[in-house]
């Protein structure tokens, strides 16, 4: 797998303005999701904490939301070339992601493009690789050059060493 460079740590201004809850390793807060490429797929791997619980043991849905719409942005970053928002997010929660059982792995792919919408599909397995989470996600894609103008693209090249 590749590793996907972080191009939004780079810039001077970075460590002040780069503040995103998903993945700025600057937010203290945030969740700091690193990515893989693995042909098709995008792939993250992250440690829940007990800080991050909702019921008794269990990682919060809202969290397990937030890791798969923000995988699903840096699919659009990577495989559509721009930048998006999200225009709908569906979850089907299927098994309890017990943080006992350690790292998850979050994975997905651009299924297909309808006009501006990128159609993306994730799964989120847990420590030990059961499949817990299938999420539907619609990406509103900006054209790649208002997505430099406005939303800080920096172009394809510059998340790959
Ligand atoms: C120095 C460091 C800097 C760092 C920078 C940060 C880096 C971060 C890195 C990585 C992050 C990646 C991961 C992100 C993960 C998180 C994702 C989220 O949480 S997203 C938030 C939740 N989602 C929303 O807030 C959407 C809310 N919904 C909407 O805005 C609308 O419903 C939308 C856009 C989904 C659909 O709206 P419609 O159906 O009306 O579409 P139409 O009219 O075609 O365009 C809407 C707007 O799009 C722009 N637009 C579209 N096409 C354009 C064009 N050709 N030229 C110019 N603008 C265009 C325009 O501004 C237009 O807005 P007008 O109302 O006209 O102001």
Known sequence: ?????????????SRKEYNCFGCSPFN????????????EEIVAK???????EGWLGVLHGGIQATLVDEL???IVLLKKNTSGVTSSLNIDYLKPVYISKGEVTIKGKLTSTEGKIAKIECTLLDGEGKECL????????FPEKIAKAK???????AFYE
């Open 134 to 141: 299938h999420a539907k996600a619609d990406y509103f894609c």
């Open 28 to 39: 203290e807060m945030g969740l700091k999701l690193e990515f893989w490429e693995n042909g």
């Open 151 to 157: 939303y800080h693209y920096p172009g394809i090249e």
């Open 46 to 52: 992250w440690m829940p904490s007990k800080s991050m």
């Open 1 to 13: 797998m590749k590793k996907i460079k972080n191009p939004f740590t780079e810039k001077d201004s």
């Open 72 to 74: 699903a942005g840096w």
